[in-house]
């Protein structure tokens, strides 16, 4: 369980942050404004929040959970997702919240986030801003996955890959925009998403679907190069 | 050539509006040219709920027709049903009880479990032994998970719902969606052509309704098949005794208490109860035989049953028939629902006969007059097997019995009242199982191998299993019995209390996809 405490100086004026801790899992979250860049170098796809069912976006990183990313940060272009980034940090009405237990907070290690002055450091001014950014961004992926369920462009994406070693790996509970969905809709609805942007942002998931099958190359290769992986 | 282009439905309860739904859902295309379903429902006449439980196959059905499942919890106090659980059908101890499942044992298709289970003389249940579908609803847990999508499922579900709720929801759809013709009006007389067809129908409000075929959904009044057309009505109470039933609506303790995911269904001295979890209340029921024991003790058992102050509920005497018309589709009239005939609710037939009823008809619909007879007496053989099908199954459950307790379970067990091809079945079992490749593999059948075979070993069948005739497959029905026990584990983690899912679903709704 998280231990919420709301961010102020008199709790956590010892208090020090560090960057995000642990491996990055095989799908991030990410928001409208990433899309294009993660889409440059991996699939850009749907799935649902396990507790509420709600669809969200994420980047695929690798194809089984618990493995590594198979792209590096600069095969991805420097993509850092904002969920990442904001690990920790929350928003609770106008405060900032954070999960105590996360590793990432230490007394010891990292930067501090309060000066003496009892003002954010710079590490959580930077941090204020990305939280800005993360949650302005939520607000605007979930209007978009609105517009899409509205649609029914939301369709799921069943991948069974074989490799050389043997393995079958098969991938369930993704979800993709389908082309031929977004080409029946009718003028009016065509309108308003290219209006709104919404036209590329689904153009953008669909066309990124091929990336799996670049990831499935590249773990193949270091299955083969290193087959106790 | 008489084109069929006016499809007139007369009866508003669940088997008229779920009729007009799968006919109209189907054939909507054909709306421009001419084609329509109007529904003729009586202002004044109130609509039995014909059972609360369903089959698995209503979500195919509620899918077809396009509604949401979302919308169908949301509006017919809906909740998940996992199976049944027979308490006290065996030999009426207390801790006498089987679980009728819908799935399938592990790799159903691919070897046949029960004489390896039974070989093994294990303790576990044949079911617990091959499904995991007992132990989840024995956790109270549902069977699928907010992230599932609409009519998806992780394993196999129907519904308890609740019945005049949810002719209303189909009734909206119909109208709103399906362009479905809704008349309110009472029909006073049917008139016949020369040839004995129904030529139209004369209504006290809406003046004079004519149609190409008709499909009688009024219940047991049957007022076109029955009292126009004249066809008969084949009892079968010599089979199935029970001709009474004394249904109650019970609340729950508190909006949380945990609701059964199964229907569970309690023998008594001279028929049984039904119990049935809805959101907001329980459903439950006592069909008994008046032959075998008064009303005033019957009702003194189910109140024994509900183990509570009875004082202020409301219990209503339902007269049952058990029993189906002679032909159900004769000349251009077809029956659906309680019109066709009626079986005990032991296992949920009634609606589930409704769809494959109504599938049928909208499946063949004739083209035009001169292939209609054709047409009907294909649809009346397959649907004549069918009934004869569900009576097989249903005395099933009597004729298992180990209780000689009183004169029911006595009179049940006398041959003269078990349909022959059930006494031919029960000697082939003494020797081979029902399994996939056999008798129940035909399109008519209603209910699949699976189902004897989750019966029959319940109440504690046993089938002569030679040992060396196992070792072919022994392997695998080992790997089977491993992955079953895997599979109950994995479930336990993975699926939500069924009452927390229903939440959920009426809070915030489940994705299509």
């Known amino acids: 369980m998280p231990k919420f405490e709301l961010l102020n100086y008199q709790m956590h004026r010892h208090l020090r942050m560090q960057p995000v801790a642990g491996a990055t899992p095989h799908f991030v979250q990410i928001v409208t404004s990433e ?42 272009g420097g993509l850092n997702p904002l969920s990442r980034q904001c ?143 | ?62 899918a077809r027709i396009g509604v949401s499942e979302t919308e169908f919890f949301r ?20 801790d006498d009880a089987y679980f009728h499942p819908l799935m399938l044992p592990q790799n159903f298709s691919q070897l046949n479990l029960v004489p390896h ?19 989840v609803c024995e956790q109270g847990l549902a069977p699928k998970t907010i992230a599932t999508a609409e009519f998806d499922a992780v394993i196999n579900y129907a519904y308890h719902l609740n019945a005049g709720k949810f002719a209303a929801f189909l009734q909206k759809h119909c109208c709103e969606k399906l362009d479905v013709k809704h008349v309110l009006a009472d029909v006073r007389r049917v008139e016949l052509a ?22 009688d959904c009024t219940g047991f009044k049957a007022l076109l098949i029955g009292e126009a057309l004249g066809v008969p009505f084949r009892d079968c109470s010599d089979v199935l005794f029970c001709d009474t039933a004394l249904a109650v609506q019970v609340p729950y303790d508190n909006e949380a208490s945990p609701i059964p995911c199964q229907t569970i269904s309690t023998a008594q001295s001279a028929g049984w109860i039904w119990d049935i979890g809805l959101q907001s209340r329980r459903g439950i029921g006592h069909v008994y035989s008046s032959r075998h024991i008064s009303d005033e003790n019957a009702q003194k058992e189910l109140i024994a049953y509900l183990n509570m102050d009875s004082r202020n509920l409301s219990f209503r005497k339902i007269p049952i028939r058990s029993g189906y018309r002679e032909t159900f589709w004769k000349r251009n009239c077809v029956a659906v629902g309680l019109a066709a005939g009626f079986l005990e609710p032991l296992e949920a037939s009634a609606i589930v006969l409704i769809e494959l009823s109504a599938k049928l008809i909208a499946e063949q619909m004739p083209a035009c007059r001169e292939v209609m ?17 569900i009576i097989d199954f249903l005395k099933l459950h009597y004729v298992l019995t180990k209780r000689t307790d009183t004169p029911f379970w006595r009179d049940n ?24 490749h056999d008798e129940f593999d035909r399109v008519e059948e209603v209910f699949p191998a699976a189902s004897y075979q989750y019966v029959l070993y319940g109440m504690d069948f046993r089938t002569e299993v030679e040992p060396g005739s196992l070792a072919g497959t022994a392997k695998l029905a080992e790997r089977s019995l491993r992955e079953n026990a895997a599979m109950i584990d994995k479930l336990r983690t993975h699926l939500p209390r069924h009452r927390d899912l229903i939440n959920k679903i009426v809070d915030r709704g489940m994705q299509v996809v």
């Not at chain 1, 396990?50 to 194809?63: K, W």
């Not at chain 2, 509006?75 to 207390?94: L, N």
């Not at chain 2, 054709?374 to 097997?385: E, K, M, V, W």
Request: proline share 5%.
């Open chain 1, 35 to 76: 899309f294009s860049a993660a889409a440059l170098a991996s699939p850009v796809m749907l799935s649902k929040d396990p507790q509420t069912g709600d669809f969200f976006v994420g980047a695929v990183m690798s194809l089984k959970p618990g493995e590594a990313p198979l792209k590096s940060v600069d095969e991805r």
């Open chain 1, 87 to 229: 690990s920790g940090f929350y928003i609770s009405g106008e405060q900032i919240a954070i999960d105590r237990d996360n590793p990432r907070f230490s007394e010891v290690d990292g930067e501090l986030l309060f000066d003496d002055a009892q003002q954010p450091n710079e590490c959580l001014r930077q941090m204020q801003i990305a939280l800005g950014k993360y949650h302005g961004g939520l607000e605007a992926t979930r209007s978009f996955i609105d517009s899409m369920n509205k649609l029914k462009l939301i369709e799921p994406v069943d991948m069974s890959l074989s490799f050389d070693s043997g393995e079958k790996l098969t991938i369930k509970g993704l979800y993709t925009i389908g082309l031929d969905s977004l080409r029946d809709i009718d003028d009016a609805a065509a309108l308003r998403l290219f209006r709104s942007g919404y036209l590329q942002l689904a153009y953008t998931i669909a066309t990124s679907l091929p990336q799996v099958g670049i990831l499935a190359h590249l773990r193949n290769r270091q299955l083969v190069s290193n087959p106790q992986r």
């Open chain 2, 1 to 62: 050539m008489r084109p069929i282009k006016k499809i007139v439905i007369v009866g508003g309860g669940t088997a008229g509006w779920l009729t007009a739904a799968i006919i109209a859902a189907k054939h909507r295309s054909r709306i421009p040219a001419g084609f329509s379903v109007t529904l003729v429902e009586s202002p004044n006449v109130p609509t039995i709920g014909v059972g609360e439980g369903t089959w698995p196959t209503l979500r195919g059905t509620l």
């Open chain 2, 75 to 94: 509006e017919c106090d809906a909740a998940f049903k996992q199976g049944a659980r027979f308490a006290k059908w065996t030999t009426g101890t207390a």
């Open chain 2, 117 to 135: 289970w039974l070989a093994s003389n294990d303790e576990k249940s044949f079911c617990d032994s091959v499904c995991a579908q007992n132990q």
């Open chain 2, 194 to 215: 020369d040839d004995g067809d129904i030529r139209c129908l004369h209504t006290e409000q809406a003046g004079v309704i004519d149609g190409d075929l008709f499909v």
């Open chain 2, 373 to 389: 007879d054709f047409l009907a007496s294909r649809f009346n053989a397959t649907t004549s097997y069918r009934w004869g099908r």
């Open chain 2, 413 to 436: 067990l006398l041959p003269e009242t078990i349909p022959q091809r059930l006494q031919d079945l029960l000697l082939l079992w003494r020797y081979q199982s029902p399994w996939f």
